[in-house]
């Protein structure tokens, strides 16, 4: 089982920046890929960014292309989003998510609220 533990949402106005960070936890941990979704009020959950883990990929979603960056630190089984620009459509409820060979976890998700 792996558990994820996300950290660092809050309120931050339009044009500003937040940095959230996920750990992963659990008995022989052996990760492909770990990523953040969003999920607005009354949408559904989107992929945001994706961190494959072996080749060192990354992906992102076009609506956050050139203002989020994700990056993970390996030692610590973290990766974190940075948001830059943000926008008031990147309201949301992050969620961090990884997969191994087992399956896919997710974790309890933090708010991001974009608004002046």
């Known amino acids: 089982q792996v558990h994820l533990v996300e950290s660092g949402g809050g309120l931050v106005q339009p044009g500003g920046s937040l940095r959230l960070s996920c750990e992963a936890s659990?008995?022989?941990?052996?990760?492909?890929?770990m990523g953040w979704h969003r999920q607005a009020p009354g949408k559904q959950r989107e992929a945001v960014a994706v961190?494959?883990?072996?080749?060192?990929?990354?992906s992102y979603a076009d609506s956050v292309k050139g203002r989020f960056a994700i990056s993970r630190d390996n030692a610590k089984n973290t990766v974190f989003l940075e948001m830059n620009s943000l926008k008031a459509e990147d309201t949301a409820v992050y969620y961090c998510?990884?997969?191994?060979?087992?399956?896919?976890?997710w974790g309890q998700g933090t708010q991001v609220t974009v608004s002046s």
């Open positions: 961190y494959i883990i072996g080749a060192g990929l990354t």
């Open positions: 998510s990884a997969t191994d060979s087992r399956g896919a976890y």
């Open positions: 659990g008995r022989d941990l052996s990760l492909n890929a």
